[in-house]
């Protein structure tokens, strides 16, 4: 290839590589397919890499005439060790999936046209883009949780069953891996308002594997949805993101992050909050903590703490909070050994109990494991002003039960708030 000189018309403008499938913008400049797809569609740019104009729609129209010649050039130059570029498979068009969706009417045809979509969008970031345009995205949808299989018990009809679960999973499979635009999916959730409803069936009887993709689904439809949307979650979707959080040996570390990271999208609400803690995420949570040592799951441990914070901003939480055996004590420990957010969460946390649920009990119980010693040596230390001054105002708060305690240790007691 050194040796010999290509054609600079032959070169992608952004590889700089010979072009293999030649496609043409409506800019007029010429790219290989691979490399404007996922200048496109990976980096969401809506412009030409050259020309810098907006591209009014990203249909790429194959260049056939510079592909000739360059697999001519290619057969002419092939004592030099260069390869002919094969001819490439034409992308599929919209046409071609409306066909393949309307004709998927009996059982065998629907699990048949889904395994033929999900094989399309796998080929590249055109076909996912034609997917959504043909209307791929709304027939998927109408499959995941349908109620006609959620609701059929029949035993002697397993057939009936499998269908629909089969499908229902595919069909979750292909959404997820369709990477939605925010537009898109704010479209899907307008035109299908029953579909948090459906993914939570999903997530009560589906298997592990779509199990996994309605919590990751959920996510990315939730992350768009407007807030009254959120508001109105029922009870069920947070009993099955906690059970997934206490399936963690079963269930994907995306699915399980994807919950955690619900959990802290939904829970500044409220109605949330109580639904949340109603659920039993506050023992799982603080499980949670005691099973990941602060030396690893970082991330994890940060996300957890996060959610207890949200979920000790309101009464229940802090009533299931203080009813854990380990729930002070486990928070207490991770202050000054995860990380700064990590000992900020805590910190927070801690401020919560002592301001609003500081019994007589309570106090002693933060005495007695350590939890008012831990709080002098953070305004010891360089954690963080945010995180200092919160402990200013816990140790404040209770200094006429704390202050004079045996309990914490003669050096910390120099730097207690006056």
């Known amino acids: 290839m050194d040796e010999i000189e290509v054609p600079s018309f032959f070169l992608c403008p952004i590889s700089l590589e010979i072009m293999k499938d030649p496609v043409t913008l409506s800019t007029g400049i010429t790219y290989d397919r691979e490399s404007i797809e996922k200048w496109l569609f990976s980096g969401k740019n809506e412009f030409c890499p050259v020309t810098k104009q907006p591209i009014p729609d990203s249909e790429l129209t ?3 005439t510079l592909r000739r010649l360059i697999q001519a050039w290619c057969t002419m130059n092939a004592s030099h060790g260069i390869e002919r570029i094969p001819t490439p498979k034409p992308p599929v068009n919209k046409t071609q999936i409306i066909k393949l ?13 889904l395994r033929r979509l999900r094989s399309i969008a796998a080929e590249s970031e055109t076909n996912k883009r034609c997917l959504e345009a043909a209307g791929a995205v709304d027939f998927l949808a109408s499959l995941i949780g349908n109620n006609d299989y959620m609701n059929h018990n029949e035993e002697n009809d397993m057939s009936f069953t499998e269908h629909f679960a089969r499908a229902s999973d595919e069909a979750l499979c292909i959404l997820n891996n369709l990477q939605l635009s925010e537009t898109v999916l704010k479209n899907l959730m307008a ?23 309605a919590v990751v689904l959920s996510k990315s439809l939730l992350e768009v949805a407007d807030p009254m949307k959120i508001i109105g979650l029922r009870a069920e979707f947070f009993v099955e993101l906690v059970q997934v959080l206490k399936d963690q040996d079963q269930v994907s570390r995306t699915a399980f992050k994807a919950a955690l990271q619900l959990l802290i999208q939904l829970c500044p609400w409220g109605r949330n909050r109580i639904k949340a803690v109603e659920a039993g995420a506050v023992p799982v949570l603080i499980e949670l903590l005691l099973e990941t040592n602060s030396s690893e ?8 703490m996060a959610v207890l914070d949200l979920l000790c901003g309101c009464a229940e939480g802090r009533a299931e909070f203080l009813h854990h055996s380990a729930g002070l004590a486990m928070v207490s420990k991770k202050i000054l050994r995860v990380s700064q957010v990590a000992s900020e969460k805590a910190v927070r946390i801690l401020y919560s109990i ?9 106090l002693q119980e933060m005495l007695q494991l350590g939890v008012v010693a831990k709080l002098c040596l953070v305004l010891q230390v360089d954690c963080g002003s945010k995180t200092k001054e919160r402990a200013r105002e816990i140790l404040k708060l209770h200094a006429r039960t704390w202050k004079k305690s045996p309990c914490v240790p003669t050096n910390l007691l120099s730097s207690y708030p006056a």
Do not use: W, Y
């Not at 035109?191 to 993709?213: I, P």
């Open 354 to 362: 002592s301001k609003f649920s500081a019994t007589t009990g309570v």
């Open 297 to 304: 799951k970082r991330r994890c441990v940060e996300v957890a």
């Open 191 to 213: 035109r299908n308002l029953g579909l948090v409803e459906s993914l939570t069936k999903v997530m009560q009887r589906g298997t592990c594997e779509s199990r996994v993709h």
């Open 62 to 64: 194959p260049n056939h």
């Open 101 to 113: 969706i309307n004709d998927a009417k009996s059982p065998q045809s629907q699990i048949k046209c």
